[in-house]
């Protein structure tokens, strides 16, 4: 079983910046692929980015260019930096191991 963490969502202003940290349990970190998800209130959950093993990366079309994912084998975690966010970004974000594992998911709130 693999213990995932997510952390760094609250209240930003648009045009403002988060970084989302998610940590998973465990020895074979460097082997997954690493996702966030994002699932807004009456909207079903949707794939933000994606890192492989080997550090190729996906997002979706409504972040490319403003969201980078990045990955630290060392420490077992993934990062979400979000630029220039929006207010259609306001959603709950989860981490997703290996498409096995979800964490708890960390608000986050774009609004003036």
């Known amino acids: 079983q693999v213990q995932v963490v997510e952390s760094g969502g609250g209240l930003v202003q648009p045009g403002g910046s988060l970084r989302l940290s998610c940590a998973a349990s465990?020895?074979?970190?460097?082997?997954?692929?690493m996702a966030w998800y994002r699932q807004a209130p009456g909207k079903q959950r949707e794939l933000v980015a994606r890192i492989t093993p080997g550090g190729n990366t996906n997002y979706a079309d409504s972040v490319k260019g403003r969201f980078t994912i990045s990955r630290d084998n060392a420490k077992n975690t993934v990062y979400l930096q979000m630029n220039s966010l929006k207010p259609e970004d306001t959603a709950v974000y989860y981490c997703n191991v290996d498409l096995s594992y979800w964490g708890q998911g960390t608000q986050v709130t774009v609004s003036s």
């Open positions: 465990g020895s074979m970190f460097s082997i997954y692929v």
